[in-house]
């Protein structure tokens, strides 16, 4: 099986690969040949005995959607975005990055498809901020689609071309909102979101850490760890239990900044949280407002899709996976 990862670089993108290596299959295909992608080239991948074609290319520039669907890849992650606060401050940037570069790649998939009947497995990885308020608690499935954010726009209208083609045939494919990932490894990015994991991973190894909203802010969430589990989940199901709507809200985690701040002294004593420095910052609140505070996610869970029940379980698996088992 040959697969592809856009966005190979980033976080959910290393993660992904590593538990490909480690797994050296997809239920039960073997993969001999992966294809890495980002706008920075991955790391050199070890470990892997197949053939590994890694580059850095932005798919949002005419051709090079076009050279990686050449190579008829079995199955396509397409995780690659800019964040939700960078797409909110650079408009054009969001939007040929997150919009022209997702159709860009749907359309030569789409080409490729009437040249020869090529139709792969497509993981679309969607967001939560599809949605905007007023929400409802929790957000049913059937819940319209309300994105108060230009990422949330971009990736609703990704949803809705990645199940126009998957409805003509172009492809299968599969788009998972994803939680609020938490808690996120290395250093803070631009989402307006980070300071759910900065609260958390900073005082973890005894750094202080900027908290800007209440801790009555309530939200989704699920750990890295999870979020690889959603994503090669997805690449297993039979499309015919998910029916025509592919785009599926993922199990999670909701829980208020409180509630986090609590798991960490349960988990990590009160030195860690009196790291927490809390800094008001107005434009975050109001951004907060518009969130999803927990979803139903009632057809996820029915297809297979499970994720983490507690915030102490989600701190444990970072301790495990990124600090070495160990406080």
Partial sequence: MHVAIIGAAGMLGRKLIGRIVADGAIAGHEIDRL???????????RGFAGQVDTRAA????????????????????????????????????????????TRFLFDA????????????????????????????????????????????????????????????????GIGIRLPTVCIRPGKPNKAASGFFSNILREPLVGQEAVLPVPDTVRHWHVSPRSAVGFLLHAATLDVEGVGPRRNLSMPGLSATVGEQIEALRRVAGDKAVALIRREPDAMITRMCDGWAPGFEATRALALGFTAESSFDEIIRVHIEDELGGAL
């Fill in 109 to 172: 998939i789409r080409l490729a498809s009437q040249e020869d009947g090529y139709r792969p497995r497509v993981i679309f990885a969607s967001s939560i901020a599809v949605f905007g308020a007023p929400l409802p608690y929790p957000i049913p499935d059937d819940f319209h689609t309300t994105p108060l954010t230009s990422y949330g726009t971009q990736k609703a209208i990704g949803e809705l071309l990645l199940s126009d083609y998957s409805r003509r045939g172009f492809f299968d």
């Fill in 35 to 45: 294809t890495l992608l980002d706008v920075i080239a991955p790391e050199p991948l």
């Fill in 58 to 101: 932005d798919l949002s520039t005419p051709g090079e959607a076009e050279a990686l669907v050449a190579a008829r890849p079995d199955m396509i992650f397409h995780l690659a975005a800019i964040v939700s606060a960078e797409a909110e401050l650079d408009f054009d940037k969001g939007y040929r990055i997150n919009l022209d570069g």
